[in-house]
């Protein structure tokens, strides 16, 4: 994992983890020292704070927001949405997921409709 990744996957599990606990006492890199931080475990334990974010990653993929719509409406409705392509060229993201328009008022392409769906959801997540 090179460096960027690094810190980006380190950003997202942070995210992840402050999402769904105490703040960042059910981190990885957080012994039950209190006043030891994430920031002393990686300059002193370097080679493991990579192998945990790794770790981590590995067992947490990033989800697009297709991906989580279709997780929605499934655990919603009970059954998988069929992906033939339409729903990502034919529906505003924005809309169904935020009951609002698209920052584009005209979608110059479809392409465009079809680069959010498939972007990383930032939205936290049950679970995550």
Do not use: T
Not at 11 to 23: L, N
Not at 28 to 38: K, T
Not at 39 to 45: A, E, N, Q, T, V
Not at 59 to 75: C, F, I, N, Q, R
Request: contains cysteine; aromatic residues 8%; positive net charge.
């Amino acid at each position: 994992m090179d460096a960027v990744k690094f810190l980006e996957e380190r950003g997202r599990m942070c995210k992840s983890i402050r999402a769904i606990s105490d703040r960042c006492k059910s981190c990885p890199m957080h012994p039950n020292d209190e006043d030891f931080y994430c920031g002393h475990f990686l300059s002193s334990k370097c080679k493991e704070a990579v192998a945990i974010v790794e770790k981590w990653s590995a067992e947490h993929p990033a989800k697009s927001y297709l991906d989580v719509y279709k997780e929605a409406m499934k655990e919603k409705f009970g059954s998988e949405i069929k992906n033939d392509g339409s729903i990502i060229r034919n529906i505003c993201r924005d809309r169904a997921i935020y009951g609002c328009f698209c920052r584009h008022e005209q979608p110059v392409s479809q392409v465009e409709c079809v680069a959010c769906w498939l972007s990383e959801c930032k939205l936290p997540r049950k679970g995550e």
